[in-house]
Structures are given as C-alpha cells and as structure tokens.
C-alpha cells in the first residue's frame, strides 16, 4: 500500500498551502512525494521559524534542506490565545490536544495564518539543481505533512509556540491567572487546605452548566487514525477495510446521539429497536451470539439467524468470529 500523506485536515491544508503557491510548488510536489515515499527524508527537524532535514539523492552524501517560515511576534500570540481561549470550543479541543478544524478561521480573525501564504515561506537546498524548490524540498514539505498529522501541535511549534507553552497560556487564558514560569521554583499556589475538601461536594458544578454554549460538530474523517496505522497485525487490508467502516458507523451514531436524532424509524417507515425485537435485544446486550438472542427471545434460532443476516447487510448489525463461534455486535 502506497504510503499516503495528508489524512487529517491540518495535514491536507499544509499540502494544500503549499500547490496554492503557484505552479513551481505544484511542478514539482509530485517528484517530492516520490523521494518521500521512498523514505528518502531523514533526520526532520522543527523549531521556531524553521525546519531542517537530511534527504537521499544521487550522491553519497544527503542534501541538505532548509525551509523558514516567520514566527509569529509574542504580541501576535497573545491575539491567538485570547482569541482561542474566548471559543470554549476551540479551548476545549486544544486542551484535549485536538486540533480544531476551522481554528484558523479564528487566526484570519486577527490577520494571522498557521499555513504559508505568498512570500512567507523560503527553502533552500544544497543539491546542484538550479531550480528553487527542488524535489528535495517538495519531499520534506511532504514528510513535513505526516509529521503535523500525527502531532498538530507542531505546526503553532514553527510558528513559536510549542505545545506545553500554547497550553499553559490557554488555561491561565481560561481560568484568568497567568502563565507558569519556566525556571523549575516552586508553585506560587499553595492549593486547597486537605480540611476544605468535601467529598459529597467535590463534583458540584460552581455555576449554571446550562449556560455554558456548547457547538458540537459531526464526525468528518473518524476513520483517519486506522488508517494511518495501517492493516491490523493479524488482518489484511480487507480487515482493515471492515474495522474502519465498523469506527465510522459508529461515530455516526454517536453523532445521531450526541444530536439528538436517533435516526430509528422517525417518519421513514423503518423499524427502530422497539419495533425490531432481535436488534432491540443485541443492541441492550451490545455482543451476543444467535443462540444468546434466540434464548432470550423464546424464537427460533433459524429465525434469529436470517434476521441477523439481514441486519449486517443493511449495516445495522457487524458480525465477528466463524460457524459457532460468531457473535454479533450493536451499538
């Protein structure tokens, strides 16, 4: 399987920035993700304004690659957090170390882009090619892509704040205090006295939890972690294939959930669980065998069996295991 760069949203935008450059960027991308794919990228390196790497060519000795992009100014991130800290959405995400997906709309808001724009990004390479980039570079910005999926945080990294810096600025944002120091001295903050702790009161909420706003979005790519890990150990890629659609069918549901849609026979003549007794049945168990149901029923267990056949091709229902040891799984 062809290694694939870009499966998360910050990683397509980074590759996205990148072709949106002009046509030399976009010349010379698909020679880029050749050498990338080919493992050519070594030692990647990301620090504030700048990523340096190592990649394999024609000669003994790797070339060797620079790309700048301007930090942002501690006023600059002081704009960012103030911004991000006033969506609690956009908190919440970070602190969770998520990267949200229209974040950057809240940067544009203060004239600011975590992506390259014209004339932002510079690179250079010490290949003998004349042409600036080079396929060098185009490799490294593709490598660079892989790199911000797995940690998004390394994006706001180059831009001059990595991640434990960006998170204490966000809490003391939120709970109005100021960010820790960096030396290792002692916390300013005492805590709380062991005597003014009350269990009975330890979980109370300090104010009217109704009014906090809450903007849930739907899933978009649930799927993206499987696949950046790849086949499971044990399966192929038809497995891998099946355990992604069993994640995305699930996260659907708990959007339908979280929504407050069922999406259960709601005016669409379908039969929702109460009107379904074997899904009714395996859905309140979670995994169960046919026999399991066709007991707990009191039917049949070759009725049981063709109505659970019915359910996995519909995609209500995944199944498990082979002959008798197949167990059948609802959400």
């Known amino acids: 399987m062809a290694t694939r760069f870009g499966l998360t949203w910050w990683g397509r935008r980074w590759i996205g920035s990148l072709e949106a450059l002009g046509s030399v960027y976009a010349n010379r991308l698909p020679r880029g993700r050749t050498y990338a794919r080919r493992g050519a990228v ?25 790309l700048r992009l301007p930090a942002f100014t501690d006023e600059q991130w002081d704009a960012i957090v103030a911004a991000l800290s ?5 908190a919440a995400a970070l602190l969770d170390g998520r990267m949200p997906d229209d974040v950057d709309d809240t940067l544009a808001a203060c004239g600011l882009s975590l992506f390259p724009h014209a004339g932002d990004l510079t690179t250079s390479c010490s290949c003998p090619d004349h042409a600036n980039p080079c396929k060098h570079v185009a490799a490294v910005h593709y490598v660079l892509a892989q790199t911000f999926d797995d940690d998004p945080f390394l994006l706001p ?61 739907p899933p978009t790519d649930s799927g993206a972690p499987l696949r950046r890990l790849g086949p499971p150990p044990l399966g192929d890629e ?14 659907e549901r708990a959007w339908q959930l979280a929504a407050g849609d069922d ?10 669980p ?24 009191g039917r049949p267990p070759d ?8 359910l996995v091709a519909e995609g209500a229902v995944d199944r498990t295991g082979h002959a008798r040891s197949t167990r059948y799984h609802a959400w």
């Open 42 to 66: 070594r030692r990647l390196e990301i620090g504030p304004g700048h990523v340096t790497a190592r990649v394999d060519g024609s000669r003994a000795v790797p070339y060797r690659v620079t």
């Open 238 to 251: 038809t497995t891998s294939a099946a355990l992604i659609a069993a994640v995305e069918r699930a996260a």
């Open 86 to 90: 006033g969506q609690l959405r956009h």
């Open 303 to 310: 009725q049981v069996r063709a109505r659970l056949r019915s």
């Open 157 to 217: 990294a180059l831009r001059g704040r990595d991640r434990t810096a960006l998170l204490a600025a966000l809490r003391a944002a939120r709970t109005g205090g100021v960010p820790p120091p960096d030396d290792d001295g002692p916390a300013a903050d005492a805590g709380i006295a062991l005597a003014d702790l009350h269990a009975a009161r330890l979980y109370d909420a300090r104010g009217d939890l109704a009014l906090i706003a809450v903007h849930p979005t």
């Open 274 to 297: 109460n009107d379904d007794p074997v899904l009714g049945e395996l859905r309140r168990r979670g995994s169960a065998t046919s026999r399991d149901l066709a007991d707990a029923l």
């Open 263 to 272: 999406g259960e026979g709601a005016g669409d003549g379908g039969a929702g």
